[in-house]
């Protein structure tokens, strides 16, 4: 299928790594422009190098810019013209005790998985409803909906960028404008990776058993039976993106392999 991607031009938030990552190298696939973001220069670069070796001459770029900024994402807005596809990806997740997580604490996962996100889409949708066409994909978590006691803060967001999102969606009015949510499961993106591969070597355990141990303990019955790969999260992203989707508005869809257990 034919995703008329072509001409498009998409502005993805940290996306130097994980589902970021694979939704960028997806939509280049299907021959948008890219513009990738950071707040890590060297991460920045190292991605945009990898994004060029596979996508030789391909129309992509980056910005580095730490999103928890709100004086950084002001100097980055300017830079972002004639976007027509924004994924709201940036976010932080940690485990904790709610009881000792401090204000500041919550406030760095208020900034940046929920405030970049409305300050990148109050910049970006005016624009896309002025010439009647748009995407902005806000990247959530099934934590979100079932929010899990040690990941309060980070469920917390999650939930309020779906409300973002759907609010949103009702200013797109008779345009061909959409917002949506995208509701991940368990994603085996480099930060699980890492955390996986110290808990091997600290317990001298094969990666694949703790891999699988963790399943277990937190989503035995995901329907994979296996941590979801970023790629299979911007499938559904890449196609939320392109022309072909815009029947779907206000809409929080999963990618979850049944986590959630709802209908």
Known sequence: MDLQLKGKKAFISGATQGIG??????LLEEGAAVIINGSNPDKARKALDQLLQAFPGAAVTAIVADLSDREAVEKMLPQLEDIDILINN???FGIGDFFETADEDWYRYFEINLMSAMRLSRHLLPGMIGKGWGRIIFISSE????VPG???PYGMTKAAMSAL???LSKLTRGTAVTVN???GGPTYSEGVAKAVTEIARAQQMDIAQ???MILQQSNPHILLQRFIDPGEIANLVTYLASPRSVATNGSSLRADSGVLKVI
């Open 21 to 26: 990552f694979a939704i960028a190298s997806q």
């Open 90 to 92: 940036a976010g932080i």
């Open 143 to 146: 934590s979100g909906v079932n």
């Open 150 to 152: 040690n990941m309060i």
């Open 165 to 167: 999102s759907n609010g």
């Open 181 to 183: 949510t995208v509701l």
């Open 210 to 212: 703790v891999k699988d």
